[in-house]
């Protein structure tokens, strides 16, 4: 019975964690996938911007 109680703890991380790369693929695109690649290219320009202004400090 020993053998039952040690398997336990391995196989429920294991259903866990391909339920959670489940839903990570899941979401994956979308609805949602024109927002989140306007959000990063803002966030890309914002910081190219910066760095093309040079450092603050100099």
Same mark, same amino acid.
């Given at each position: 019975m020993d053998y039952v109680s040690a398997l336990v703890p391995p196989v429920v991380m294991a259903v866990f964690f391909i339920g959670v790369i489940r839903?990570?693929?899941?979401?994956?695109?979308?609805a949602?996938? @024109?927002?989140? *690649? &306007?959000?990063?290219?803002?966030?890309? @320009?914002?910081? *190219? &911007?910066?760095?093309?202004?040079?450092? @603050?400090d100099a």
């Amino acid at each position: 019975m020993d053998y039952v109680s040690a398997l336990v703890p391995p196989v429920v991380m294991a259903v866990f964690f391909i339920g959670v790369i489940r839903v990570i693929v899941k979401t994956q695109g979308g609805a949602n996938k @024109a927002k989140e *690649d &306007a959000a990063v290219d803002a966030a890309l @320009a914002r910081t *190219d &911007a910066r760095s093309a202004s040079g450092p @603050a400090d100099a």
